[in-house]
């Protein structure tokens, strides 16, 4: 294993973490904003903003897992004054925490001590960074709501709301879905078209056509997610019939259009998106 200094290992984490939220941005990701389009209220440089400010709290040396990410949400809303990258830092934030551990345990072993070393003051920074953002939909809950005072570490908390975000779940299951999805998907289209951009599409499209989004689960119900899982599969079978996939540039712009009249933002694909991307880079 390659020993890096401390400061050569929070500039590699910084790296890939800015890396992969601008690259899929580049990326056309129907529904969502993108170099090609912007949309829902929001612009392009809104969430370049956002990666900026929240780089140098995410990727820094010593801070706990709630920390990072409480500073991470604050810089951010600090920049921009909205919700553009809270499920981004959530999914983001263990993997620079485990990136940033100097250890001959692989990657995954190494994230999976992350997730179960979660403390209940990682668990009140996180719903504090959850209030402060604001995300749409958010509501009450049952058990370990974000209002109250945090009562069990992240983790439980992930898990207890597992079966209803999508994030949440890739806490629980050690993000299983990214790991033997998300980073094959993306690491065979980039090998096929060889160009990150189009990979990215292929990615985004992948997750908005296998699991309802969450984002829209919240603001629409089940009903409308599943709805459109169901038109993401056609586009995404689509796209990868496609040598050349700028020929199917069209459809997907019609696509990304008609979704944002219908003010249907499919973040948590987005999210998944940005964390597989973020994944790649700290690993290659």
Known sequence: MLIQTPQQLQQRCAQAYKNACLAELEALKPG??????????????????????????????????????????EATQQSVGCNTNLGIVLLCAPLLQAALKQSSSSFQERLADVLASTTEDDAQHVFDAIRLASPAGLGQSEQHDVHHKADCTLLEAMQAAAMKDFVALQYANGFHQIATEGLSHYQQALQRWERPAWATTALYL????????????RKYGH????????????????????????????????????LKERGLNPGTSADLTVATLSWHHLTE
């Open 32 to 73: 969502n904003v993108h170099i090609f389009a912007d949309g829902h209220g929001m612009v392009v440089e809104q969430f370049i903003s956002s990666a900026e400010a929240s780089v140098g709290y995410i990727s820094e040396a010593g801070l706990s897992l709630g920390q990072r990410i409480y500073k991470a949400i």
């Open 206 to 217: 992948y997750w908005l056509a296998h699991y309802a989004d969450s984002h829209v689960v």
């Open 223 to 258: 009903e409308v997610a599943d709805a459109l899982k169901k038109e993401a599969q056609l586009h995404y079978l689509e796209f990868l019939k496609q040598d050349n996939p700028k020929l199917y540039l069209p459809p997907l712009r019609a696509f990304d259009r008609e």
